[in-house]
């Protein structure tokens, strides 16, 4: 049974890689299920595992043409969800630090400091999330994780010069969209 299985599969990888719409549709219905199950081992959020078993077909799909595994199309995604969900986790636990070393900071800021700070933060994050996906991560690999632009090549499978280009595109983004508070923190400095 599960030889055939494994032989289901490899034609569903196979029936994928020339674009095929069913059996990318077959695959996401076998295994969904089992993956937002096996993604609760790290979050208890049921729409967050969700959201990373979606992520991970959405990787599946958009690199369907590179596809290659020499196990079964099962321990492939259990690899890929294990892999984003452990990316989530060290995102949070960053998060996390961040926030605790700037606690302190936050804490000595006047009400009209913390509300500019308050409404930067906010601008920066929606401007991060306006970033493509790709482009994001390779930014958060870089000034969150410390990663070294070889690194995050090779994490991503991608050349240093993509590395290098979607850092720079990140970034001049951010200051594109976050302009304004830069002139209103070069007022606040002044004032002080």
């Given at each position: 049974?599960?030889?055939?299985?494994?032989?289901?599969?490899?034609?569903?990888?196979?029936?994928?890689?020339?674009?095929?719409?069913?059996?990318?549709?077959?695959?996401?219905?076998?295994?969904?299920?089992?993956?937002?199950?096996f993604t609760a081992r790290f979050f208890p959020d049921k729409s967050l595992c969700e959201d990373?078993?979606?992520?991970?077909f959405i990787?599946?799909?958009t690199n369907r043409k590179k596809l290659e595994t020499d196990t079964?199309?099962?321990?492939?995604?259990?690899?890929?969800?294990?892999?984003?969900?452990?990316?989530?986790?060290?995102?949070?636990?960053?998060?996390?630090?961040?926030?605790?070393?700037?606690?302190?900071?936050?804490?000595?800021?006047?009400p009209d400091e913390h509300m500019f700070f308050s409404e930067l933060s906010d601008?920066?994050?929606?401007?991060?999330a306006k970033l493509d996906p790709e482009?994001?991560?390779?930014?958060?690999?870089?000034?969150y994780e410390k990663l070294k632009h070889r690194e995050i090549a090779q994490r991503l499978n991608i050349s240093v010069r993509t590395v290098e280009a979607r850092i720079s595109k990140a970034l001049?983004?951010?200051?594109?969209?976050?302009r304004v508070y830069k002139s209103l923190l070069l007022i606040i400095l002044n004032w002080l």
């Open positions: 049974m599960a030889n055939e299985e494994f032989k289901n599969d490899a034609l569903l990888v196979a029936a994928l890689k020339f674009d095929s719409h069913e059996a990318f549709v077959k695959i996401f219905r076998r295994y969904y299920p089992d993956l937002v199950h990373i078993v979606q992520e991970a990787k599946v799909w079964s199309i099962r321990s492939y995604l259990l690899s890929l969800v294990q892999n984003i969900a452990l990316n989530e986790l060290r995102h949070r636990k960053v998060k996390m630090t961040y926030q605790d070393m700037n606690h302190e900071i936050i804490l000595s800021l006047s601008a920066y994050e929606t401007a991060l482009v994001r991560e390779t930014l958060f690999l870089s000034r001049k983004f951010l200051q594109q969209n976050l």
